[in-house]
Every structure is written in structure tokens, then in C-alpha cells.
Nanobody, 119 residues
């Protein structure tokens, strides 16, 4: 059974940092394109970041470039998102998602983890 379980969210002050994790199981994680997608309160889904198989190329939304870093540990079947210089606009539920053939075509999702940026 495919499972994606996010963790690491919480409350942080503006300018602070968090690292999100996504534990994957039930598929061959190392060869899969993985993504982070978020949904802010009252807003639609926003793609945040992707990473190619084996820890290859990475991609970021303009809104997070220079602040967020996506990485993966294939031995642990875990995806990460390091978030620095957090802003109130980063407040959202963050999901990890597996791509099927292209990065925007997701076939599996996690349950999400809440990130709240507020003083």
C-alpha cells in the first residue's frame, strides 16, 4: 500500500525555519519524481517544489526560490523540505506528492502537515 506521511510542521515566527519530512512506502521511491504542494487558508493548491529521481535536478516556485530547499534520502525513502526565512504567506498545509509521468501529474498524496508563520 502506497503511503506518504508528512511531519515537521508547526508554528514558527516570521524569519524562522522549519524542516518538513515525508516518509514514503509502497513504491520505488528512488526512481520517483517527488513534490511538495501547499494550500493556504481559503486558497487553491500551489505547487512548491520538485526533485528528480536519485536526487537529481530540483525545481521551485518563484514564491519560494532562494528560501526553500528540497532534498531526498533514498536509503530512508524520505523526502525533505528545508524552509528558511519563512513569511506569513507561507502559512499553509504542506503535502508531499508523487508524480506519475510529469511533475504536475500526481498519483499519490500524503495527509499534509500544517505550517503556521505568525508572531
Amino acid at each position: 500500500e502506497v503511503q506518504l506521511v508528512e511531519s515537521g510542521g508547526g508554528l514558527v515566527q516570521p524569519g524562522g525555519s522549519l524542516r518538513l519530512s515525508c516518509a514514503a512506502s509502497g513504491f520505488t521511491f528512488s526512481v520517483s519524481v517527488m513534490n511538495w504542494v501547499r494550500q493556504a487558508p481559503g486558497k487553491g493548491l500551489e505547487w512548491v517544489s520538485s526533485i528528480n529521481p536519485y536526487g537529481g535536478n530540483t525545481f521551485y516556485a518563484d514564491s519560494v526560490k532562494g528560501r526553500f530547499t528540497v532534498s531526498r534520502d533514498n536509503a530512508k525513502n524520505t523526502l525533505y523540505l528545508q524552509m528558511n526565512s519563512l513569511k506569513p504567506d507561507d502559512t499553509a498545509v504542506y503535502y508531499c506528492a508523487k508524480s506519475r509521468n510529469v511533475i504536475y501529474d500526481y498519483d499519490y498524496w500524503g495527509q499534509g502537515t500544517q505550517v503556521t508563520v505568525s508572531s
